[in-house]
């Protein structure tokens, strides 16, 4: 790992700059610097704004998702994790993808209420719906709002199915909801794991639990008869990608049952944001890292081609494919995350879909 330190590198924050937001037509520029009394990455403070949207569930026909619905109480994540792609969302709201998305955080308040009247529509099916399909439904905010937990409480009460994905040990709070779920087979967990080093850690996901905490989640939850999946994502060529044996290992050893992967594509302004983070938080590797990146992507940063846009393609695309076909048949075999139930459902209408 590169020990160069940049004096130029803004610490606790994934981003290291604001991008133009593509949406707006005016931006700050710093063109007469002796004119300035602060630098223009401001302060860090994190704010939120409160938003009332009419409806919760967000429904995608992406053929490159194994979900079709999904649930985002909050949007922006205050984790920073500099790869992440839900940064170019956070522009349909008048901000940037850069420092923005980790300190302006807009929550959706009335998530609960709304999902409660989504499930209670007269022809509803169910269907599996996640939390979170783009942003971290436990983020450092959920520990004073709870909104998530709210949201699990609706699930309980109409016993539907349930996807959670995050990387936050804050998640064990509601591990009596969550194991409630699991004994009717209603809930799938999802522990990202990018990295077992602390050092890189800190540096691309920084506002983050410790490889550690997570992999404590995985115990604890796997324990109260909860299937949890280890995710894998995003692997990043020459960066984490040597890890990968080492944490399917781990999660396997803390009980889990199943495990995916993605590779980094930097898509939109993720592709300036991440360049700059990566010349000044590993200046010695930033070539050799982006090179393999676009090696995956057909020489390009960002891949939107349907059905490889998520796995790569080309030599390095396929080695690391080999690596963790060959680490989960090593430590995996024998081990299956369950079919979920969808037969318990009801609502308010009645029993939409039958036990047998």
């Not at 290291?16 to 300035?36: A, C, I, M, P």
């Not at 901000?95 to 009335?110: C, P, W, Y």
């Not at 959920?142 to 998530?148: A, C």
């Amino acid at each position: 790992m590169d020990q160069q330190e940049n004096s130029e590198y803004f610490k606790g924050r994934g981003a290291q700059l604001n991008t133009h937001n593509k949406f707006l037509k005016n931006k700050y520029v710093r063109d007469f610097e002796e004119g300035l009394d602060e630098p223009m990455l401001e302060n860090s403070k994190t704010q939120y704004f409160d938003e009332t949207p009419k409806s919760i569930v967000s429904e995608s026909n992406s053929p490159d998702l194994s979900f079709m619905h999904s649930i985002n109480p909050y949007q922006g994540c205050e984790h920073g994790c500099i790869y992440c792609y839900a940064r170019n969302s956070h522009e349909y709201y008048g901000f940037s993808a850069g420092l923005d998305f980790e300190r302006k955080i807009i929550v959706k308040h009335n998530a609960a209420q709304l999902l409660e009247t989504y499930l209670n529509k007269k022809n509803y099916q169910p269907a599996v719906i996640v939390l979170s399909g783009n942003t971290d439904c436990y983020q450092p905010i959920e520990k004073k709002l709870k909104i998530t937990r709210a949201l699990l409480e609706v699930f309980l009460k109409y016993k539907h199915p349930v996807s959670i994905i995050t990387k936050n040990n804050l998640i064990l709070r509601d591990i009596d909801l969550i194991a409630a779920l699991a004994k009717l087979d209603l809930v799938h967990v999802n522990i990202s794991i990018t990295s077992l080093s602390e050092e890189l850690r800190q540096k691309l996901e920084p506002r983050t639990v410790t490889a550690a905490g997570r992999l404590n989640v995985i115990k604890k939850l796997s324990e109260a008869g909860v299937p949890v999946r280890v995710m894998v994502a995003p692997i990043i060529p020459g960066l984490n990608s040597h890890e990968i044996t080492d944490i399917i290992k781990a999660a396997a050893d803390c009980g889990a049952v199943d495990a995916r992967y993605t590779i980094v594509r930097l898509n939109g302004t993720i592709a300036s944001i991440f360049t700059d983070w990566i010349y000044k938080a590993f200046p010695g590797q930033a070539e050799k890292v982006l090179h393999q990146i676009e090696n995956c992507h057909g020489g390009k940063l960002n891949d939107s081609r349907w059905g490889t846009r998520k796995t790569g393609d080309g030599q390095i695309a396929v080695s690391i494919q080999q690596m963790f076909a060959l680490a989960c048949k090593k430590y995996l075999t024998g081990r299956q995350i369950p079919d979920y139930n969808l037969g318990y459902f009801v609502n308010r209408h009645g029993r939409q879909t039958n036990l047998f």
